[in-house]
């Protein structure tokens, strides 16, 4: 970069001026941004508060070798999105707080946040507040959304009952095998002695965006409600679809079985899965970081669920006893696991 | 610490299993806490919602040589309640997001949980959800706080008015003493052969505890509520009374005089500066975390103000033009400067 700014020339101060200046509200719930103790918000009568907040830490979460910090950005604020629209909300406030190590610039941190901004402006959403700091090592990026959702709209994990269909959207595994790839050419490039080394990335941009680029559903709640359908229960997909399911019916008190067969798995993914050796139904069961939504819908909206793009039943809620079960394409019925990351082992 | 027990072997969801389950939910307004994707919150109508955040960096804003994990949690909890008392309203659910080394065993993140969940108890918050991670390298905890205040009682930064008194509860430059006290010991400690080394904490139980455990003005709050005053302006002094005093006259565009013979300072922390030969006036206008609360009144709220304990009237706006002064003890005027902490310096 030709710019490079130290944060110190700034201060604390400086650096949160220059990075909020260009902020505009959009929602009419914010009735005050950046600039005091708190933001404030008004909250619409009749509609209830959503909260959630990630943590992403770098070389836990995320690899500045091969994200680039714009994606970054908008990738911690989409994240926040997702969890509230998996409440069958819509988000309408963020705060960001950053800690930032000695090593990044000024340019570096506008880079970050202009991610953050393009996420907020797509989605609707207002950046209210935050924090910022020095860290001793690397990047942190902390971010609470705020969102909200009519009363009785609301969709919890705890909702599913026996014969409910067991939908997802989109298709899964893709953001694994974006990583796994993102993995072996950073590898591949620290290998390689050519000056002007390129990534085999041709034919993968697919998989790559999901991992470094990730969208919320926000198209696939709004279609829910157009069709006048409330999920019984419902949830984001970001550690992996067999642990998710697990989530909902541990919370729901059920069981499930879900179709191998039907489990939504693109194209890209599947010749990185043969390329890698990797088992393709693991990955799209386990990778996890999808952020498509995963919902239970009454067996009577299956009529209306049928209708929309991009939504696929992949099986339905039994009752306990049962358990979580997968039929495997062979007519074989095994049991699912809840395989997701452990980023403490 | 007789039983450690590593983090993995808990994986992430036990530990939050564990950290979460005695936790109890006190608000009328806190529907759902930990255990969905989002928290659930019914605003109290009539009220606007009031958000603020706040990072704490291993390294950077605590050394856990003399900060116990409790009082680290209790800290980190009532910093953020602080700055929803600065807007007069009233803090009602936390997120905690923390971030953790290897060197961290489950009952060290167990102390620093009791401590937070012991603020929340004493101050009437929810603990409602959080997300919890691996760190490279320290601990880190980003705490969000959701408030409320009534629409017309909710006071701002830039309401201050020519004439009106500027006054400040309890007493300042404590909390920076007792740093220097702690950093002080902690060279000795580190120099000393004594296997049995005790430091030289008698005597000095205040300005540690001020550093150590600060509280937030929620007596003064309420005292200000049932007397019907509404400050004009309103912030806490975290970043030290000069640096703080500035933000309020830019943003209400006006001047200040202050009087250096009001500041409220302890006879423990004026022991402290002498002992380290230090400016005491520079630590009680520079040394932040005081986490006391700067106000404005109408001249008119002068005889109810006086009826409080615990508030200095410490001087009083004036035109903007004339700046933001200080009448020293000799009767010179000198211009305020914020040197508040820079933590990227």
Redesign the interface.
């Known amino acids: 970069m030709s710019n490079e700014t130290e944060?110190?020339t700034?201060?604390?101060?400086g650096?949160i001026d220059r990075l909020t200046k260009c902020i505009k509200i959009n929602n009419s719930t914010t009735?005050?941004g950046v600039?005091?103790?708190?933001?404030?918000?008004?909250?619409t009568?009749g509609?209830?508060?959503?909260?959630?907040?990630?943590?992403l830490?770098?070389?836990?979460?995320f690899d500045l070798t091969y994200c680039p910090l714009k994606h970054l950005g908008y990738k911690a604020a989409v994240v926040n999105f997702s969890?509230?629209y998996?409440?069958n909300?819509i988000p309408r406030?963020i705060?960001v707080?950053?800690?930032i190590s000695k090593r990044f610039t000024i340019e570096h941190i506008e880079e970050l946040y202009s991610g953050i901004r393009l996420a907020c402006e797509k989605y609707g959403v207002d950046l209210?507040?935050?924090?910022?700091?020095?860290?001793?090592?690397?990047l942190?990026i902390?971010i609470?959304c705020?969102?909200e959702a009519e009363n009785e709209k609301?969709v919890?994990?705890n909702g599913a009952k026996d014969t409910d269909l067991i939908c997802v959207s989109g298709d899964l595994g893709a953001a694994y095998m974006g990583l796994q790839l993102l993995e072996r050419e950073k590898v591949v490039s620290k290998q390689s002695n050519e000056k002007n080394f390129k990534p085999a990335f041709e034919g993968k941009e697919y998989i790559l965006e999901r991992q470094l680029k990730p969208e919320a559903r926000k198209d696939i709640i709004e279609e829910l409600a157009s069709l006048s359908i409330k999920p019984t229960a419902?949830?984001?997909i970001s550690d992996g679809l067999s642990s998710e399911l697990m989530h909902i019916c541990k919370?729901s008190n059920t069981g499930c079985l879900i179709y191998e067969e039907r489990i939504p798995i693109d194209f890209q993914t599947a010749c990185m899965a043969e390329e890698f050796n990797l088992n393709l139904v693991t990955a799209a069961l386990n990778g996890g970081e999808d952020y498509e939504l995963l919902f239970t819908v009454k067996l009577s909206d299956y009529e209306k669920i049928a209708t929309i793009n991009n939504i696929r039943i992949i099986g339905h809620i039994t009752k306990p006893e049962y358990g979580c079960l997968m039929q495997t394409r062979d007519g074989n019925q095994i049991p699912l696991k809840a395989q997701?990351w452990?980023?403490?082992?």
Request: one cysteine or more; aromatic letters at 6%.
């Open positions: 944060i110190a700034l201060g604390e101060f650096l009735e005050k600039g005091d103790d708190c933001a404030v918000l008004s909250p009568p509609y209830k508060t959503l909260i959630t907040t990630d943590l830490l770098e070389g836990i979460h969890d509230v998996a409440m909300g406030q705060t707080s950053l800690g209210v507040g935050g924090d910022t700091s020095a860290s001793v090592t690397g942190l902390s609470t705020i969102g609301i919890y994990r419902m949830m984001d919370q997701g452990n980023a403490f082992n």
